[in-house]
């Protein structure tokens, strides 16, 4: 990973005011509640840094999408939010994120509880060999649900949630890897659906996907806005034009400009962002 | 070229085994010393100075002392097939092979001359239902009352430290009790055994010995010359079943293997009972859990040594560990009114199948390692993302990913286990188990028996048996059935395997 940044560190991003902003002014994002805040978070691979001094909002029932170019760290980033980082060794992290009120970096906090409330959705759809009934209820069941009126419930919502209900209804017995690319990342979105999160990580989602199917799952990502809080991770600018209402461009491991989507595509703050978003460079 | 290995090696020991039970023709011969007969056994060729050679199985072993003789091609004329020529199945003595002169019925000739097959045959189904009430009322009522027997005797050992008037007057009681029931059942059994003495053959040799002989002690007459391929084919069959299900007799050369089977089986599930937990548990710590160290490092190196440890060194540690120690010890605490007579110290099943799960636990831990790391990262990453502690990701999630790995560690061992001997022979196998670890008797299974083994009955039956040339078939009948139970045993657990993977939906591994 190349962390070794030539210029200057920009000054921390202030979100600038939007010129035509029919939904969203800026009076009204200031105001908005925030699911996710995250405080100067530095974090290291050992001896590299690959994150600096990260500050990053997101408010509640928004989707908020992490773009640059691959090992910008926007990954990493998406990874510290569930504490999926403290699964690898050698991974030093400074600062803070706040979900709520709650600082997921304090040593009293309990991280299976945290997981629980920041669903994830992987790059490669990632299934259990499992039915399709299982791999939904699997939450549930670890969290010690057995009434199998809950479970059923539960499965049916989820599902539904994830626009996957009509295609499986009849088969849900079924192994989940009989279903096809789109299908299994829609379980998997399902599955995070199923324990009820707050907030919902998806890193990379529709990167294996073909176009109907990616088109199926930005649909629902719209549709989840309703009820989640959403942290997307995504290659594709023209994906993150349409499913977000907040970008922030990742650039060597700092947070160069964050804000309103529609502003940040067509008038960027900083010249990076101009020059990654044109396609100069990335 | 694996492929052609296996199927010589099969055909090899299966001709050389499964025509044993086929009935082969009775050739009478004229000698200088007189007339002989017998079945074909063996042909030498003739080289340098040395004439062909015959080799006859001649049978009688009670009149002739032997079984076979060798004769010079020379010096046996006249061969002929004797039409009314018999072999005789005994349970004492092996075959005779000879003539059915008469039957007799107290005393009295009932039938003779060429009614004396017929009648032989006629009466043979009740002597046979005789026999095997005889037989069940030895082994269960027999068996039921000498248990209760030695019960008391240890309640009175017991008594003898704490004395109880009123419980040795109910110890006597119930002593009186059961000798009484003792002696009706002798008294049956008496009855029942002169009744299948009334009966009785006369047969003669083919050079004029008579012989009286109960016909309650004959299994099979068989005019080998005048039957026909079916009736042989049926003797065949009923031969093969004899082996595979019946219990040994005349010191192991005859009779069937059922107990050796039956003992083979349940050594090497015991074992795998006891190698896969082991082996799943070291190998989840080794790769799950544990830092990378010296431990973990020394611990690796020792599980590699240990897979290359030659047998007879863990069956001497079995020996000294399990039976000497660990068992002795279980005797003084729990079982100590029966010494000296040891219980748990003597080689017995459970010892046996402990020592060989030590032997083949490395093979478990190793292929469990390689099937844990098979499990897909993002597997563990999607369940721990939800929430799952560690365990609850391993229990529910690696463990069943890895189930098809670690079975196949478990076929490994129990291939390896299957074919041990060495270790057995110190810790727990017999040439003849008096009864099997597995039975009607209270509490059924009796880890503390001594058991047998196909592998030690083929070294056994081959080498260490008295009638050895008699018995050559039946180490390669034996080794077949070794073979056909560790291939039986493999079967069920690829089979488990497969429905594993069939229900995960076609994963790697």
Not at chain 2, 33 to 62: F, K, T, Y
Not at chain 2, 214 to 229: A, E, F, K
Not at chain 2, 373 to 392: C, D, F, H, I, Y
Request: glycine content about 8%; some cysteine.
């Amino acid at each position: 990973m190349e962390i070794e940044d030539p210029r200057p560190i920009p000054e921390p991003v202030v979100l600038p005011p939007p010129k035509t902003e029919p939904a969203w002014d800026r009076a009204a994002v200031a105001e908005m509640e925030l699911a996710l805040r995250v405080r100067k978070l530095d974090l290291w691979y050992g001896a590299k840094q690959a994150l600096f001094g990260i500050d990053l909002d997101v408010p509640k029932n928004t989707v908020m999408s992490l773009i640059g170019p691959s090992g910008c760290g926007k990954s990493t980033l998406l990874r510290s939010l569930n504490r999926m980082n403290d699964l690898i060794d050698g991974v030093r992290i400074q600062g803070q994120v706040l979900l709520g009120d709650q600082d997921l970096y304090d040593p009293k906090v309990d991280v299976i509880e945290l997981r629980k409330r920041m669903g994830m959705v992987f790059q490669k759809s990632n299934p259990f060999p499992k039915s399709i009934y299982e791999n939904v209820a699997y939450g549930l069941r670890i969290h010690g649900v057995k009434d199998t009126r809950v479970l059923d419930e539960t499965v049916e919502r989820s599902l539904v949630g994830a626009g996957l209900w009509d295609e499986v209804k009849d088969r849900l017995k079924d192994s989940a890897l009989g279903l096809s690319g789109g299908q299994q990342q829609r379980l998997c979105i399902a599955r995070a659906l199923a324990v009820k999160p707050e907030v919902i990580l998806m890193d990379e989602p529709c990167s294996a996907l073909d176009p109907i199917a990616t088109g199926r799952v930005e649909e629902l990502i719209f549709e989840l806005k309703k009820d989640f809080t959403i942290v997307i991770v995504t290659h594709n600018m023209q994906q993150a034009a349409r499913v977000s209402d907040f970008t922030g461009f990742f650039w060597l491991g700092k947070l160069i400009e964050v804000g309103l989507t529609k502003q940040l595509f067509t008038n960027p703050t900083q010249r990076t962002t101009e020059d990654y978003i044109t396609g100069r460079f990335g | 070229m694996s492929v052609l290995m296996i199927v010589t090696l099969v055909v090899f020991i299966g001709a050389k085994g499964l025509g044993y039970f086929w009935p082969q023709a009775i050739v009478q011969f004229e000698t200088a010393q007189g007339p002989v007969m017998g079945e074909i056994s063996d042909r030498e060729p003739a080289h340098e100075n040395e004439p062909e050679r015959l080799q006859l199985r001649v049978a009688n072993r009670d009149l002739y002392g032997q079984d076979f003789r060798w004769f010079q091609a020379d010096e046996v004329k006249n061969p002929k097939l004797v039409a009314d020529a018999v072999l005789v199945e005994r349970l004492e003595y092996g075959a005779f092979i000879g003539w059915i002169r008469a039957v007799q019925e107290d005393g009295k000739v009932i039938a003779e001359g060429p009614g004396a097959l017929p009648g032989v045959e006629q009466r043979l189904p009740k002597a046979h239902s005789l026999r095997s009430r005889i037989h069940a009322i030895e082994k269960g009522e027999v068996g039921d009352l000498n248990a209760s027997l030695e019960g008391i005797r240890l309640d009175r050992r017991r008594l003898k430290s704490a004395p109880d008037e009123a419980k040795g007057k109910a110890l006597d009681a119930k002593e009186l009790d059961l000798k009484a029931r003792y002696q009706q059942v002798s008294e049956r059994l008496d009855e029942l055994r002169k009744e299948s003495q009334r009966v009785t053959v006369i047969l003669e040799t083919v050079d004029g010995q008579r012989k009286e002989q109960s016909i309650g002690s004959l299994i099979r007459v068989l005019p080998v010359n005048s039957m026909s391929t079916l009736s042989k084919l049926k003797v065949y069959m009923s031969r093969l079943w004899e082996f595979v299900a019946e219990d040994p007799r005349e010191s192991n050369t005859e009779g069937g293997i059922f107990p050796a089977i039956f003992g083979t089986v349940m050594m090497v599930l015991m074992m795998s009972l006891v190698v896969v937990p082991c082996g799943v548990v070291a190998a989840l710590y080794l790769r799950e859990y544990a830092k990378d160290g010296w431990l973990v490092r020394a611990t690796r190196v020792a599980v590699n040594n240990l897979a290359g440890v030659p047998s007879i060194v863990f069956g001497v540690f079995g020996l000294g560990f399990f039976v000497y120690t660990l068992g002795g010890s279980i005797d003084q605490i729990f079982y100590s009114d029966r010494l000296p007579t040891p219980t748990y110290g003597t080689g017995s099943i459970i010892w046996a199948s402990l020592t060989l799960a030590l032997l083949t636990v490395p093979v478990v831990i190793v292929s469990t390692e390689e099937a844990l790391a098979s499990v897909p990262r993002n597997q563990r990453e999607a369940s721990l993302a939800m929430g799952a502690t560690k365990w609850q990701t391993l229990w529910k999630i690696v463990l069943p990913g890895a189930a098809p790995g670690i079975l196949t560690g478990l076929i490994l061992a129990m291939a390896r286990g299957a074919g041990e001997v060495a270790p057995l022979m110190l810790t727990g196998v017999v040439k003849l188990a008096p009864s099997m670890p597995l039975d009607g008797t209270f509490p059924f299974l009796h880890l503390d028996r001594k058991f047998m083994h196909l592998g030690f009955h083929i070294y056994d039956v081959g080498f260490q048996s008295p009638n050895s040339e008699a018995a050559k078939p039946m180490v390669f009948m034996t080794a077949l059935l070794l073979l056909a139970v560790v291939v039986l045993l493999n079967f069920a657990a690829i089979n488990l395997r497969r429905r594993l993977r069939a229900r995960m939906g076609g994963s790697t591994f």
